[in-house]
T-cell receptor, first 113, second 112 residues
Framework: NAGVTQTPKFQVLKTGQSMTLQCAQD?????MSWYRQDPGMGLRLIHY???????DQGEVPNGYNVSRSTTEDFPLRLLSAAPSQTSVYFC????????????FGQGTRLTVV | GQQLNQSPQSMFIQEGEDVSMNCTSS?????WLWYKQDPGEGPVLLIA?????ELTSNGRLTAQFGITRKDSFLNISASIPSDVGIYFC????????????FGKGTKLSVKP
């Protein structure tokens, strides 16, 4: 019973590098989202998707791209990493109209130096 | 944009004490949620509230959806060491589908 799986768990990047954070869910949920968590800031929505082929911006989308080619996968791309993107990233999934059933992954801790 | 004000930011209590934390918003929410996050883990849903005035319990946890739809509180009775963690309130706004707005969290420490 995997739920929401995020990889990698930890990553260090140099400023200007690009990378993709992976997120996969096996619950056939339509809705998937990415949040970042910074100390004292709670979780802030980066991008979300209500189904395959549909994505939209959240509260803090700058510097990130997403795509949703399948129901299961929702990767988050950092185009040119900056120190301000040092954070813990969480992926979540739920049926699109039931945010109360959101399941979160274990997170990816990203450090940009 | 919508914001949630969660208080207190942190609490340091003795085992066995009761705990209370709350969230307020300047705008109306359709749903209020309370999550707990353990170190190195993602948030886990504790309680979901769907109607104004609703009072819901989950074991030693009790939460209420405020009548104005702009606030919620969470109470933990007879705290134990495993209650340690960060508690987040979250709200689902009108027309926001699955999007959640999170408070900044209450860090709970319990002294045995």
């Amino acid at each position: 019973n995997a739920g929401v799986t995020q990889t990698p768990k930890f990553q260090v990047l140099k400023t200007g590098q690009s990378m993709t954070l992976q997120c996969a869910q096996d619950m056939n949920h339509e809705y998937m989202s990415w949040y970042r968590q910074d100390p004292g800031m709670g979780l802030r929505l980066i991008h979300y998707s209500v189904g395959a082929g549909i994505t939209d911006q959240g509260e803090v989308p700058n510097g990130y791209n997403v795509s949703r080619s399948t129901t299961e996968d929702f990767p988050l791309r950092l185009l040119s990493a900056a120190p301000s993107q040092t954070s813990v990233y969480f992926c979540a999934s739920n049926p699109w109209d039931r945010a109360t059933e959101a399941f979160f992954g274990q997170g990816t801790r990203l450090t940009v130096v | 944009g919508q914001q949630l004000n969660q208080s207190p930011q942190s609490m340091f209590i003795q085992e066995g004490e009761d705990v209370s934390m709350n969230c307020t918003s300047s705008s109306i929410f359709n749903t209020w949620l309370w999550y707990k996050q353990d170190p190195g883990e993602g948030p886990v849903l504790l309680i979901a509230l769907y109607k104004a005035g609703e009072l819901t319990s989950n074991g030693r946890l009790t939460a209420q959806f405020g009548i104005t739809r702009k606030d919620s509180f969470l109470n933990i009775s007879a705290s134990i060491p495993s209650d340690v963690g960060i508690y987040f309130c979250a709200g689902q706004g009108v027309g926001s589908q699955g999007n959640l707005i999170f408070g900044k969290g209450t860090k709970l420490s319990v002294k045995p």
